[in-house]
């Protein structure tokens, strides 16, 4: 009997998570967003592109270095070696170094969960609510428009651990750490300039403001194409401070900011938008890579279980799939 598994969430934990399992069961990737990615999403407003979340990731991890080789080989993957700077009202501008190899996919940074999703069962603009109770026939997934899918014999989340602990049913048996949880917001300011930007970094990091970061998107490996795009974004203690407050007010000042910061002109921006991101980065992770319920068919998985970075994301889905691949 061929065993049915439901995944809700398409970034690179959900596809990665999909791919290893797919040769031992029937998969299924729900994901209420239009596209995969999740985190590595990119934003379109041609000719502009913005990584408007994850901006790059590292690989310390061996199987994780394993699993970039044919993507670093056919170029999906490129390592990224920026000019970085660190920024601060009153004072000079100074380079600072990375000190390890820094990844980015190519031409953008979606690209890698669309390889990930390719010739997996991906049902986009689908919204997974709360599961009800488990039948005699496994679960039952409904979605926002009363849609049914299923029955399933395992139901995994790899959404954000306060989406887990919602979308997942209280007699989960590690419902109280996913409840324990707890991530932080970030805002991302999206600016697209008409005219080449003067300016002799790629990427600024900020201090003692609200702003942590800005990169230009279009500097980065495979973006030759796209037009001058700054992408800004909020450290977390600001974001969660303002983080039900009106977009467009944090976008004007978030703007402003980067301004004073930079020195640039950036009154006439030829795009201009903001992404408010309620789950961003891990302040108190699960402190496991997974969370399962043989009993009860049920597990959980991602970022959030380990250190919130693409690499930890993958890392949690990988021990995840090895844990359910000796079951199946």
């Avoid at 009997?1 to 399992?21: D, E, H, P, Q, Y």
């Avoid at 596209?35 to 990731?57: E, I, L």
């Avoid at 890698?112 to 997974?128: K, N, P, S, T, Y």
């Avoid at 989406?163 to 999206?190: D, I, K, N, W």
């Amino acid at each position: 009997m061929t065993i049915r598994i439901a995944i809700i969430g398409a970034g690179i934990a959900g596809l990665s998570l999909a791919s290893r399992l797919r040769d031992r069961a029937e998969v299924t990737v729900f994901e209420k967003s239009r596209g995969v990615s999740g985190r590595m999403s990119t934003r379109y407003a041609d000719p502009f592109q913005f990584d408007h979340g994850a901006q790059y990731f590292t690989a310390r991890n061996v199987s994780f270095q394993a699993f970039l080789a044919p993507f670093l080989a056919d170029g999906t993957v490129q390592a990224w070696s920026p000019k970085v700077i660190t920024l601060a009202r009153g004072e000079t501008p100074y380079k600072r170094d990375w000190f390890e190899p820094h990844y980015v996919a190519a031409p953008r940074m979606n690209r890698l969960c669309q390889r990930l999703a390719e010739g997996l069962d991906v049902r986009v603009g689908v919204e997974i609510r709360p599961l009800s109770p488990r039948s005699t026939e496994g679960w039952w997934l409904r979605d926002a428009t009363d849609g049914t899918h299923g029955p399933y014999d395992w139901v995994i989340s790899t959404a954000p651990a306060a989406q887990t602990a919602t979308l997942l049913p209280p007699e989960f048996s590690c419902h109280e750490q996913v409840r324990a949880v707890r991530m932080e917001g970030c805002y991302s300011l999206l600016v697209g300039m008409a005219e080449p930007l003067p300016v002799a970094w790629d990427v600024a990091v900020v201090k003692d403001s609200p702003l942590a970061w800005i990169a230009a998107n279009h500097s980065k490996p495979g973006r030759e194409a796209t037009a001058p795009s700054l992408l800004a974004q909020s450290t977390p203690d600001w974001a969660e401070a303002h983080i039900n407050e009106d977009v467009p007010a944090m976008q004007a000042l978030l703007l402003a900011e980067m301004q004073a910061v930079t020195g640039l002109d950036l009154s006439a921006p030829a795009h201009l938008a903001t992404h408010r991101w309620r789950y961003a980065s891990v302040a108190a992770p699960a402190g496991e890579p997974f969370l399962l319920d043989e009993q009860r068919q049920l597990a959980a998985c991602g970022d959030w279980c380990l250190a919130g970075r693409v690499e930890s994301a993958w890392v949690s889905a990988d021990a995840l799939a090895i844990a359910l691949l000796a079951q199946l």
